[in-house]
C-alpha cells in the first residue's frame, strides 16, 4: 500500500466508517504451551528443571510447533497451523505430563485427584472423575465445563477405566482436553449473527485479546477470582479488565481505554511500554536475536581477542556455546528506554552507548556504585589503621596500611577512567554488537542485507526478490576490501535495486563482522561513506560521511516514525494494513507524537482502535466443532 496514501487525511476520511478487521484465528505461542505446561506440573508437585540435569527436577516438554524463521514480523494470524504430525506430538506430550505427575511423589498437600485416582485399585466414584474433568477444563481451555460437555468426558473416561485399568485409562480420556483445539486456537469473531456488519468483539474475547496483546498469553474469563483479587499478589491489566465485565463497563471503546487507564495508573502495574509484547516487537523489529543463528569460527573469536577488540566476557560465552550476553546487553539498553517511556524510536536509534552496549545511564550507574564502595572501605581501613596505631600494633598497621594503599589505588584508577571520559563508539540498536552480527555472514560484514533492513523496516520501502538469472555473489579477491568487491553491484543489472541497499549499510564497514570498532581493513584505512537514495521523503535523500549520520537523519524522519508505526499495527492487528486502516494509523502516528514519543500511548491508540475491536465476516454457527 502507497505510504503516502496511507497517511493522507483525505483518504483516512474515506475510510469505512467502523475500518473492521477480518474474523481470525491466532495459534498460541510456542512459549506461551510451554508456560502453561509448566504451571500445571507446579501445582502438582512436579519441579521444573531451570537448566539441564539440575537435580530432582522435571524439564518440560518442548512445543512440537514453531514459528517461521524469516526474517520478517511473526505475530500474524493467518500464519500458523497444526499439522497432523504437530498434533502427534502434542498428544504425546499430553501423555508423558499425565505420566509425570501420576509417577512423581510430592508432599501431602500436592497429591491431587489424578495421581489419586490413577494409584488406586478400585475404579473411581463418578464425582471424583467430575473433579479431574473440572481441573482440566479451567487450566488446559481457561473455563468449566459446558452444556453436556462434562457429561460426555464422564461416560468416556468411565469407559476407558473399566477397559484399560485406572492408570492407563484415565490418561486415554485425559488426553482428548489436553489437545483441544481450542488449547492452541483463540478465536476473535466478535458479536456476529448472520450478517457481515462489523461486530464489537465480546467481552471475553476483548479480554482475552488484550490480555495476548500485552502479554502473549490467553486468560479466558473464569468464575474463578484472581489472585489479586483474593487479596494476595500484584494485580494485570487482566484483572482489570474482568471486573470492568462483571461491572458490565467493557462493553464500548471508551470503557476499553478507561479501563487502561485505571490499570496502569495502580502503582503495581508496569506501563504497557513494559509489556513483554512490546520487547518481543521490538526484537522482531531489529531483528537482532538473529544474532544466535550466525556461527563465528573459534579460531577467528580467538584472533580478535587478542586484536583486544573482543572483551574475555564475550569470548568466552562464545566457546561455552553461551552467547546470551551480547543479545542481553541490547535488550538492556531496549529495557531502559522503554522506562522512560519518551522518543523511543529516536532513542532506540541513537542512544550513545560504550563498546558493551550499556548506555550513559548504566555507566554512570555502575561507576557511582563502585565509587561508593571503595570509598566506604577506605574510610572503614582508616578508622582501623588508627585504633592499630592507639593500641601500638605495629603488625596489623602494616597489615591494613597495604590494604589501604592497595583501595585508593583502585579508587584513583576507577576516577582516571570515569565514564565522562569514555567516548561511547556505538549509537543506538543498529551499531549493538548483536544487530551487526545478526546481520553479518560467517565470515565478513554483509552491507546488503543490512541496507534491505533499513531501505523496508526504516524507510519502509521495498527490494525486489533477485532474478533467477543473476548470479549474485561477491567475488572472492584477498587484496580487496568488501566495499571494493562490491563494484561489481555498480553494473546496469544490478545497481537498480543495489543503489536501494548497498549506500545504506556500506557506512556500517564502520565496524567488523564482529561488530568490533575498526579504523582500517586490509592494511587501508576503512572508508564508511554512503547515501540515502531514491527514499520519496522531501529533504532526506543525500550523502552521509558515516553510521552515526546516517542513523540520526533516520531517527529525525516523520517518515521514519509513520514506517515504525505501520510495523507495529502489522505486529498487533496480526495482519498487514490497507487504505480502510488510514485513520487508525494516523490516530496512532498522532498519539505517538503528542505524548513525546511515548511506546505506551501508540499501544493504547491501537487497542482502542476499530481494526482491533471490531471484526467481520464471520458466523461462528457456522463453524464446524473438531468433535464433528
Given at each position: 500500500v502507497p505510504h503516502d496514501k496511507l497517511f493522507d487525511p483525505k483518504v483516512a476520511a474515506q475510510a469505512p466508517k467502523i475500518a473492521a478487521s477480518p474474523a481470525r484465528i491466532w495459534r498460541t505461542l510456542p512459549q506461551s504451551y510451554e508456560q502453561k505446561q509448566e504451571t500445571w506440573l507446579g501445582a502438582r508437585g512436579v519441579g521444573v528443571a531451570r537448566k539441564v540435569g539440575q537435580s530432582g527436577k522435571f524439564g518440560y516438554l518442548p512445543a512440537p510447533f514453531g514459528l517461521h524463521t524469516k526474517n520478517e514480523?511473526?505475530?500474524?494470524?493467518?500464519?500458523?497451523?497444526?499439522?497432523?504430525?504437530?498434533?502427534?506430538?502434542?498428544?504425546?506430550?499430553?501423555?508423558?505430563?499425565?505420566?509425570?505427575v501420576i509417577k512423581a511423589n510430592p508432599g501431602p498437600r500436592k497429591q491431587g485427584p489424578i495421581r489419586k485416582v490413577a494409584r488406586a485399585k478400585?475404579?473411581?466414584?463418578?464425582?471424583?472423575?467430575?473433579?479431574?474433568?473440572?481441573?482440566?477444563?479451567?487450566?488446559?481451555?481457561?473455563?468449566?465445563?459446558?452444556g453436556p460437555e462434562l457429561e460426555l468426558r464422564r461416560k468416556k473416561i468411565l469407559g476407558s477405566i473399566e477397559k484399560f485399568g485406572n492408570r492407563d485409562g484415565l490418561i486415554m480420556g485425559l488426553v482428548p482436553i489436553m489437545i483441544s483445539p481450542e488449547v492452541f486456537f483463540h478465536s476473535e469473531y466478535g458479536n456476529v449473527g448472520v450478517s457481515s456488519e462489523p461486530a464489537f468483539l465480546s467481552q471475553d474475547e476483548l479480554i482475552d485479546a488484550v490480555d495476548r496483546a500485552l502479554r502473549?498469553?490467553?486468560?479466558?474469563?473464569?468464575?474463578?477470582?484472581?489472585?489479586?483479587?483474593?487479596?494476595?499478589?500484584?494485580?494485570?491489566?487482566?484483572d482489570f479488565l474482568v471486573v470492568a465485565a462483571a461491572n458490565g463497563k467493557l462493553k464500548s471503546r471508551e470503557d476499553l481505554a478507561a479501563t487502561l487507564d485505571k490499570a496502569v495508573s495502580h502503582k503495581d502495574v508496569p506501563k504497557l511500554s513494559q509489556s513483554p509484547t512490546v520487547k518481543r516487537f521490538l526484537d522482531e523489529y531489529f531483528n537482532y536475536t538473529q544474532y544466535f543463528d550466525v556461527f563465528k569460527c573459534v579460531a577467528d573469536l580467538e584472533r580478535e581477542k587478542k586484536a583486544g577488540r573482543l572483551a574475555g566476557a564475550f569470548i568466552e560465552r562464545f566457546n561455552n556455546g553461551y552467547p546470551e550476553i551480547v543479545v542481553s546487553r541490547t535488550r538492556g539498553v531496549i529495557g531502559h528506554i522503554l522506562h522512560e517511556d519518551r522518543q523511543v524510536l529516536a532513542r532506540l536509534l541513537t542512544v550513545k552507548t560504550d563498546y558493551r552496549g550499556d548506555s550513559k545511564s548504566t555507566m554512570e550507574a555502575r561507576f557511582n556504585g563502585e565509587k561508593a564502595g571503595l570509598e566506604k572501605g577506605i574510610a572503614y581501613l582508616e578508622q582501623r589503621v588508627a585504633d592499630a596505631k592507639k593500641k601500638g600494633d605495629e603488625k596489623q598497621q602494616t597489615n591494613l596500611a597495604r590494604l589501604l594503599a592497595k583501595k585508593k589505588h583502585d579508587l584513583a584508577t576507577l576516577l582516571k577512567n570515569h565514564p565522562d571520559w569514555m567516548a561511547p563508539e556505538r549509537m543506538g540498536v543498529l551499531t549493538q554488537r548483536s544487530w551487526l552480527v545478526a546481520h553479518s555472514s560467517n565470515v565478513e560484514n554483509d552491507p546488503i542485507h543490512r541496507g534491505k533492513w533499513i531501505r523496508e523496516r526504516l524507510l519502509g520501502g521495498r527490494v525486489p526478490d533477485v532474478p533467477i538469472t543473476v548470479d549474485a555473489q561477491i567475488p572472492e579477491n584477498a587484496e580487496k576490501?568488501?566495499?571494493?568487491?562490491?563494484?561489481?553491484?555498480?553494473?546496469?543489472?544490478?545497481?537498480?535495486?543495489?543503489?536501494?541497499m548497498d549506500p545504506l549499510g556500506l557506512p556500517f564497514e564502520q565496524y567488523d563482522h564482529f561488530g568490533s570498532l575498526r579504523k582500517t581493513e586490509k592494511e587501508r584505512p576503512v572508508v564508511v561513506s554512503g547515501a540515502i537514495i531514491n527514499s520519496g521523503v522531501p529533504g532526506l535523500d543525500g550523502p552521509v560521511s558515516g553510521p552515526d549520520e546516517l542513523i540520526k537523519k533516520l531517527a529525525e524522519s516523520e517518515h521514519v516514525q509513520q514506517v515504525f508505526v505501520r510495523y507495529a499495527f502489522r505486529f498487533w492487528m496480526g495482519r498487514n494494513e490497507t487504505l480502510d486502516d488510514a485513520r487508525t494509523l494516523q490516530d496512532a502516528h498522532k498519539a505517538y507524537k503528542q505524548s513525546d514519543g511515548s511506546m505506551s500511548a501508540l499501544l493504547k491508540s491501537l487497542l482502542t482502535s476499530d481494526a482491533f475491536l471490531y471484526r467481520t465476516g464471520a458466523n461462528p454457527k457456522g463453524v464446524a466443532s473438531h468433535e464433528d
Open positions: 514480523l511473526k505475530n500474524y494470524s493467518f500464519d500458523y497451523t497444526l499439522a497432523g504430525a504437530q498434533t502427534e506430538g502434542l498428544a504425546n506430550n499430553a501423555r508423558a505430563l499425565l505420566k509425570l478400585e475404579p473411581p466414584t463418578p464425582a471424583e472423575v467430575d473433579q479431574i474433568i473440572v481441573d482440566q477444563y479451567r487450566h488446559w481451555l481457561g473455563r468449566a465445563p459446558e502473549d498469553r490467553r486468560s479466558r474469563v473464569d468464575t474463578r477470582p484472581s489472585q489479586w483479587q483474593i487479596g494476595y499478589g500484584k494485580p494485570t491489566v487482566r576490501t568488501l566495499r571494493e568487491r562490491m563494484e561489481r553491484t555498480r553494473g546496469a543489472e544490478c545497481w537498480k535495486c543495489h543503489q536501494l
